[in-house]
Structure formats: C-alpha cells, structure tokens
C-alpha cells in the first residue's frame, strides 16, 4: 500500500520536525546543524518519495574546482549509505535521499530525515570549498599522496 501525503503529515508530527505543506505532493522542513542551515524537501511522486536539499551548494564557476568537486562526490557516493550526491541542471549540488513510497514506514522517513542532516552536517564545509576555493583539495586526493607502505 503506498503512502499518502496524510501519512507524511502523520510522520512529521512524530518526528517533531516543523514543516509545511506547499501543495499536493510536497512539503517543506529544515533544521540548524553545525555549519550551516539547510532546507529539506519531501516530494511524494508517485513510486518514489524524495528527500532533497537543493541546493546544497551553488554551482561552481571555476572549472578546475568543479573537477575536484565532482571527484569528491562521487567518491562520497561510494561510501555513504542512504544518500547521494546529484547535480540539477544548473550544475548545482543536491543532497538526496530517495524510497519506494510502497512501503515506506515511519522508521524509514526518521532514517531519511536523519542520513540527509548527518550527511549535510559532515560534509557541506569540505563540498562548499571545493565548489568555490581553487586552492582546496579534497581529502581523497590527500590520501592518494600518502606513501604507503606495502612491505
């Protein structure tokens, strides 16, 4: 059975989050984290339940830094769970988390809700100076200058 836009409505009041209800199909939240505020947005489409800040960081206009930062996501995507990274098409950076509506529990929803703020929280600094900082490396980079060992 899939869910409605009441029982989204059902499980923001359980969460306790403030948000609203901008139309039919989505609804709008946020919170303060450590480094910056950020505006969440669940849309219920269809099979699909999304939950997005957008944008999370501004496009980049220096190419070099838009290369460093894309490597960066998708090194991101690799090792977090839940979430992902995605560009918009005006090459902004969005943080995502995405469930089937057809059995989406209020469990999962916290579990959403909890991923995109741990995952904002953690990496907005890092992703913002990559997005707009030329001198700014990503810590993957770093890694690989690290001389190994391999004895």
């Known amino acids: 059975m899939a869910i409605t836009t009441e029982t989204i ?16 199909t989505d609804f709008r939240t946020g919170f303060r ?13 269809g099979e699909w339940v999304y939950f997005s800040i957008a944008p999370f960081v501004v496009a980049s206009q220096d190419e070099e830094c838009e290369r460093k930062l894309y490597k960066h996501l998708l090194k991101l995507n690799h090792e977090m769970n839940m979430a992902k990274f ?9 943080l995502t ?6 059995a989406l529990d ?6 959403a809700l909890g991923a995109l703020a741990y995952y904002a929280d953690d990496n907005y600094a890092r992703v913002f100076a990559l997005a707009h900082m030329p001198e700014v490396h990503s810590f993957f980079e770093q890694e690989q200058d690290l001389d190994w060992d391999t004895g």
Not at 33 to 45: M, P, Y
Not at 106 to 111: G, I, L, N, T, V
């Open 33 to 45: 984290g450590d480094v910056s505020s950020f505006r969440i947005v669940v849309r219920l489409a």
């Open 97 to 102: 988390v995405e469930l089937p509506s057809a």
């Open 86 to 94: 995605t560009i918009d098409s005006d090459n902004d950076v969005i």
């Open 106 to 111: 209020y469990s999962e929803f916290s579990d």
């Open 9 to 24: 409505t059902e499980y923001f009041e359980q969460y306790g989050w403030m948000y609203e209800r901008v139309d039919e």
